[in-house]
């Protein structure tokens, strides 16, 4: 696994998560960043290329070194300043209310510990931040979450640990944050895998 994980899955997932449809997705759910912007499962900075001019400084939080490499054209293409600051989310080397703006793609549905990664996106996020996110979750379709949940075994396996059951919108309540808007919807392609939610929630403070 650890060939596959470290060398070919972070190509395979720059593939899936780069697609025509997605990156619609992505520069919708960018809107409105501006400023220090720290980003958690930063990838093969997809992102990039979508950013709106507002946004300065990107704080990267991306585990994979292989990623990380397939990111350096994109970085350089951008113009926005990137810095690697960890490799985990569930730990940032952040000071608190240091960023104006948190952005993550398709990263709470793999994180181990979600919940202490969006606690540390809080920590981090000033008072008034606001958290953009989309994910793929856990479908509405009895059916569909049935067929989620006889897959998500075997999809863990296979996807560093991807679950297709979170919620991404409970988990950010829960953390304490405020839904400001939210949408769910089926993107193209397999439903266990495309029930997808952008949103943006605000951190109180």
Not at 12 to 22: F, K, M, N, Q
Not at 24 to 41: K, M
Not at 167 to 181: K, N
Request: proline share 7%; net charge negative.
């Amino acid at each position: 696994m650890g060939v596959y994980r470290d060398r070919i899955l972070p190509h395979i997932i720059d593939r899936a998560c780069g697609s025509p449809e997605l990156m619609t997705w992505r520069s919708h759910l960018v809107d409105g960043l501006a400023g220090t912007v720290v980003e958690i499962g930063f990838g093969s900075g997809l992102n990039m290329a979508v950013l709106p001019p507002e946004v300065e400084l990107v704080y990267a939080v991306e585990p994979a070194d292989m990623a990380r490499r397939i990111a350096e054209p994109r970085i350089a293409a951008s113009g926005v300043r990137v810095e690697h600051v960890g490799l985990r989310g569930e730990q940032i080397p952040l000071d608190d209310a240091s960023c104006d703006g948190a952005l993550s793609t398709f990263t709470l549905c793999t994180i181990p510990d979600v919940r202490q990664a969006l606690a540390e996106l809080r920590r981090v996020l000033k008072p008034g931040g606001r958290f953009h996110f989309l994910e793929h979750g856990l479908s509405p379709d009895t059916k569909v979450a049935g067929w989620q949940h006889r897959l998500e075994p075997m999809q863990r396996r296979v996807a560093d640990g991807c679950h297709l059951t979170r919620v991404p919108t409970a988990l950010v309540e829960e953390a304490g944050f405020v839904i400001e808007r939210t949408e769910s919807r089926y993107a193209r392609g397999p439903k266990p895998w495309s029930w997808f939610t952008e949103g943006v929630a605000l951190n109180p403070g």
